[in-house]
Nanobody, 115 residues
Framework: QVQLVESGGGLVQAGGSLRLSCAAS????????MGWYRQAPGKQREMVAG???????TYADSVKGRFTISRDNAKNTVYLQMNNLKPEDTGVYLC?????????WGQGTQVTVSS
């Protein structure tokens, strides 16, 4: 079993920055494949950023050039650096991990961007 804990969310003004962290623990021998999703009010959960391989990443069109996903394998942690935040970025951000074809989710961290 894998446990995921997100942190780093908060309230920020438009144009500001936040860095989210997702720490993985539990039954892991190596860093699982991980990504970031967000769920805004009235909208479906969408992928924001993720690793498509150990070295390749992908981003939603709406965040390209503003968000950067990275990882620290030694700490079993994945990060999401969010710059130039916009009000439409508001939502609950969740990380997930893929381990042996099973998807795990964290509880999420709230990001609120004010105008």
């Amino acid at each position: 079993q894998v446990q995921l804990v997100e942190s780093g969310g908060g309230l920020v003004q438009a144009g500001g920055s936040l860095r989210l962290s997702c720490a993985a623990s539990g039954s892991i021998s190596s860093m699982p494949v991980m990504g970031w999703y967000r769920q805004a009010p009235g909208k479906q959960r969408e992928m924001v950023a993720g690793f498509t391989s150990s070295i390749s990443t992908t981003y939603a069109d709406s965040v390209k050039g503003r968000f950067t996903i990275s990882r620290d394998n030694a700490k079993n942690t994945v990060y999401l650096q969010m710059n130039n935040l916009k009000p439409e970025d508001t939502g609950v951000y969740l990380c997930n991990a893929l381990k042996r074809a099973v998807v795990y989710w964290g509880q999420g961290t709230q990001v609120t961007v004010s105008s």
